[in-house]
C-alpha cells in the first residue's frame, strides 16, 4: 500500500471562460489525482477573485480550493499536467500533516 499524504491545493483559472469549461477543468483536476492514484477528500469554491497582481494580463480570475490524499511522488506528474492546461493560469500544493476544517476563513469572505 502506498504511503498517503495529505495536501491543500488552489487552483486558479482563466476569468474568461465559460462555467461549462470551468467545471469541467475542475472535473479533469479531480480525474487526474485519481488517475494517480489518490483521491480528493473535500473541495471548495472561492469564486471570482482579485490577484494580487497581474498574470497572463488577468486582473481576476476563479480560485477553486481541494483538500487531497496523494502519495507525493506523483504530484510531479500531475503539476506537469497542469501547467500545460492554458486554462488554468496558476496551482499550488502544500503539504499538511491534518486538513483544516472547511469552511475555510477566504469561503466565509465571498460577497
Do not use: C
Request: glycine content about 2%; overall charge positive.
Amino acid at each position: 500500500m502506498e504511503y498517503m499524504n495529505k495536501f491543500e491545493s488552489v487552483i486558479i483559472t482563466n476569468p474568461d471562460i465559460p462555467s461549462s469549461v470551468l467545471d469541467k477543468e475542475y472535473k479533469n483536476f479531480v480525474k487526474l489525482i485519481s488517475n494517480n492514484s489518490g483521491k480528493v477528500v473535500n473541495e471548495e469554491n472561492w469564486g471570482l477573485r482579485d490577484l494580487s497582481y497581474k498574470i497572463s494580463n488577468y486582473k481576476k480570475a476563479f480560485y477553486k480550493f481541494f483538500q487531497i490524499e496523494l502519495d507525493g511522488s506523483k504530484l510531479h506528474e500531475i503539476k506537469k499536467s497542469l501547467s500545460q492546461n492554458e486554462n488554468i493560469i496558476r496551482h499550488i500544493f502544500i503539504k499538511v500533516n491534518e486538513h483544516q476544517e472547511l469552511p475555510t476563513k477566504l469561503n466565509d469572505e465571498k460577497k
